[in-house]
């Protein structure tokens, strides 16, 4: 196995080659100044392990740049490709300066008033469908390691415990 690289993730600005201090002020940076309304990540989650990558918070201890969204964890090697990414997401108010074909724009044109959180905070239907994905992704992750835990297991020596064995 080869040793991880380190890299710093820059919340960068595709449109005006900004940099922001962290991804919550680059979806503000990119919904006040660009008018494009990215969703943010799940609040109280962090980056899940790279098996490639140990992110550093110092740029002077990185081996590398990389582009982070700030609305899932991917990340890139080079501004263009966060852009191209970014169209995944946009959720386009108006016209946007990335370029936005008028056959993905025709699809954000309707407004669902049950899809956006109301005033009062409730979740609206896609909040909720997305919710319901994720719990099903994490419930299926789960299921999957269970499995791998019970095939180990059986690889085991019969008896064997990884329970220390107290000295008396």
């Known amino acids: 196995m080869s040793p ?17 201090s962290n991804p919550k ?13 990215l969703p943010a990540r799940k609040t109280g989650l962090n980056r899940p392990k790279d098996p490639a990558y140990d992110f550093v918070k110092d740029q002077a201890d990185c081996q590398l740049d990389r582009y982070a969204c700030p609305s899932c964890w ?25 370029g936005e074909s008028n056959g993905h724009r025709e699809a954000y044109e309707e407004y669902d008033e049950e899809a956006a959180i109301s005033s009062d905070g409730r979740k609206g239907a896609d909040e909720n ?6 719990l099903e992704k994490s419930n299926e992750l789960f299921n999957t390691l269970d499995e791998l835990i019970a095939g180990f297991k059986k690889l085991l020596p019969y008896g064997y415990t990884n329970e220390k064995k107290s000295s008396k």
């Open 25 to 37: 002020n680059l979806l503000s940076h990119l919904k006040t100044q660009h008018q494009m309304v």
């Open 129 to 134: 469908q997305r919710d319901a994905e994720y």
């Open 4 to 20: 991880k690289i380190s890299a710093y993730l820059y919340n960068h600005c595709p449109v005006c080659s900004s940099d922001r």
């Open 74 to 98: 991917s990340h890139f090697s080079e501004p263009h490709e966060l852009e191209q990414h970014l169209k995944a997401h946009v959720d386009i108010q108006g016209d946007s300066n990335m």
